[in-house]
């Protein structure tokens, strides 16, 4: 039996990254990909999710477009490091139309997606929690269907990259991580900020990586410019944790997803989200003293098998 995937994007670089991780895992079946509003607008995670599959030869994969935008407030992006269309404006003469998205919507896709297979959809979150947000309140039973939710996103050590204490997926929608991490009473797997960071691959690894003689190394090497010039300035080097390094954030969340005895060590604890406060809105809250009463407890990942993660992304480009 293979493992079901359901992975809901916001497709920049790294998510690019993670579906291509996923779709070159023999032990997985991608079944769907749902958009969502993030590093970019929802039309151009939708042309971009199309973009990877098409490079993978996997078009057949449905593809869904969700919220355009928060549940409150304005939608932000980072454009500054994904570029402005979210595979770092290399422009694709041959890119797939929005033709081939599905009429139906991601939130009615997520829904019936897990109720048809209860129990054994892997539900990967990569972006901003809109979409999953407004599936539990159209479904509460839904969390209870999913055989675990693994999530990039928040941070631990309030440690932002994004706003002072904001991590770019909770501070884009502090309110549907809110609704995500208090009403999915299913196990949650967190890929957080600052552990990605201290989980860093080196350049030499991103270059060999890149290196490799195939035409997914060489879509990779062309989405992936710019944000490599960008991780490597001066400005960005003071958001990262722990040096400088080739971090694929959302490549985490997605390993984590397609074997688990890829994390070598994690906490327990209940988990949150601030919503109100000048700097602090959006801040991944860890309850270590047991203050919040809470009985479901999140599994926060803090260190994983690097060279069983480096042999996952050789294999997503071979």
């Known amino acids: 039996m293979r493992k079901k995937l359901l992975v809901d994007v916001d497709c920049g670089v790294d998510d690019a990254q993670a579906i291509m ?18 590093n970019t607008t929802v039309d151009n995670v939708c042309k971009n999710t199309l973009r990877v599959l098409q490079a993978c030869n996997k078009l057949e994969i449905p593809v869904f477009k969700g919220a355009a935008k928060p549940i409150l407030g304005n939608p932000i992006d980072s454009g500054h490091f994904h570029g402005l269309d979210g595979l770092g404006d290399a422009p694709d003469p041959n890119a797939p139309g929005l033709d081939l998205m599905q009429k139906e919507g991601a939130v009615s ?4 997606i897990v109720n048809e297979n209860p129990g054994e959809i892997s539900l990967v979150a990569t972006a ?38 904001g991590e770019f997926n909770f501070a884009a929608d502090p309110e549907a991580a809110y609704i995500v991490l ?19 691959l080196s350049w030499e690894f991103c270059d060999a990586w890149l290196a490799q003689d195939t035409d997914k190394a060489r879509f990779m090497a062309r989405i992936f410019r710019h944000s490599i010039e960008v991780s490597q ?39 949150s989200v601030e919503l109100s406060g000048t700097h602090t809105r ?32 050789m294999a997503a480009l071979r």
């Not at 991780?21 to 993030?38: D, K, M």
């Open 233 to 271: 300035s001066e400005r960005f080097q003071k958001e990262l944790v722990a040096g400088t390094g080739f971090v694929s954030c959302d490549s985490y969340a997605m390993a984590a997803a397609i074997d688990d005895s890829f994390i070598k060590e994690s906490d327990q604890y209940p988990v």
């Open 128 to 165: 901003p929690l809109t979409n999953l947000a407004l599936a539990v309140k159209m479904d509460p039973s839904l969390p209870s269907k999913l055989r675990g939710l693994f999530i990039m996103g928040g941070n631990t050590e309030s440690r932002g990259n994004t706003t002072v204490c």
């Open 109 to 112: 896709a997520m829904i019936r």
């Open 21 to 38: 991780l996923a779709l070159a895992a023999p032990s997985v079946e991608l079944v769907g990909i749902t958009c969502v509003h993030g």
């Open 282 to 313: 959006g801040m991944m809250i860890v309850d270590t003293v047991d203050f919040l009463k809470k009985s479901t407890k999140a599994v926060i990942i803090r260190e994983v098998d690097l060279e069983k993660f480096k042999e996952m992304m």
């Open 182 to 200: 208090n009403e999915y009473q299913c196990p949650i797997y967190l890929s957080c900020w600052e552990f990605t960071c201290k989980s860093k």
